[in-house]
């Protein structure tokens, strides 16, 4: 249940429809969504503990702000370590790929129902699938935070939709790349399949002042 819970805030928050400021009341919050608040507390702390939201004594959790810079950061580590974690699995003798094909086919019938929130559980394990089979849990971990605490704004929009749409047929030709052993094609894959989102999440960010804040209070 705490993944749940964990799965469904982390969505809100990084797909933008629960803007900073907002909050997150874990009675109200385990109320709504028909469980204890030990799950919820514990979600919101995990959180927390990734940056996406502020203890706020007596009152909550605060979706914490994000800025330009922040974004533009995260996506130069997160190249840097992604790409390589790409390289690695290429290069690997023995590789176990099983599974990641079902997990592409995940997200691709999240982007055919038009589930966002879906669409974001998917890619999610997917990619953590995929940079775990490079075979160093210190990348997977690096990676996977860094992941958790990109703001995917934007994603709902049409240029977002559209991107979605496009990233699956990638997902499947990185696991082609990695099969063969094909280092020097998967790095720019890899990086594409990153910093196409940029224009689109850095928009978003822009004009997200501009947008009511939502509150779980």
């Known amino acids: 249940m705490r993944e749940k819970v964990l799965q469904l805030v982390r969505a809100e928050i990084i797909s933008g429809q629960s803007l900073p400021g907002a909050m997150y009341s874990v009675p109200t919050l385990a109320a709504d969504l028909g469980v204890s608040t030990t799950p919820v507390r514990e979600a919101l702390l995990e959180l927390a503990r990734n940056g996406l939201v502020d203890p706020m ?7 914490t702000a994000t800025t330009l810079e922040d974004l533009r950061n995260l ?3 997160r190249e840097l370590v992604e790409v390589r974690a790409a390289e690695i699995l290429a290069n690997r003798h ?11 086919d995940d997200i691709r019938y999240a982007v055919a129902a038009d589930d966002i929130s879906e669409y974001l559980a998917a890619d999610r394990n997917f990619h953590y699938a995929f ?10 971990e690096m990676a996977m935070s860094l992941r958790d605490k990109m703001r995917l704004y934007g994603i709902a929009s049409r240029a977002g939709r ?3 749409a496009d990233s699956v047929r990638e997902h499947f030709r990185l696991i082609e790349l990695a099969a063969a052993g ?4 998967i790095k720019p894959l890899v990086r594409k ?3 196409t989102w940029e224009p689109i999440f850095i928009e978003a960010v822009e004009n997200s002042g501009r947008q009511p804040l939502q509150s779980r209070f």
């Open 57 to 63: 004594r007596n009152r909550g959790f605060k979706v």
């Open 75 to 77: 996506f130069d580590v």
């Open 94 to 104: 023995e590789k176990s790929l099983d599974g990641l094909r079902s997990l592409a």
């Open 131 to 140: 940079i775990d089979a490079a075979g160093n849990a210190l990348l997977t």
């Open 162 to 164: 559209e991107r979605q």
């Open 182 to 185: 094909d280092a020097k094609s």
């Open 193 to 195: 399949h990153i910093r």
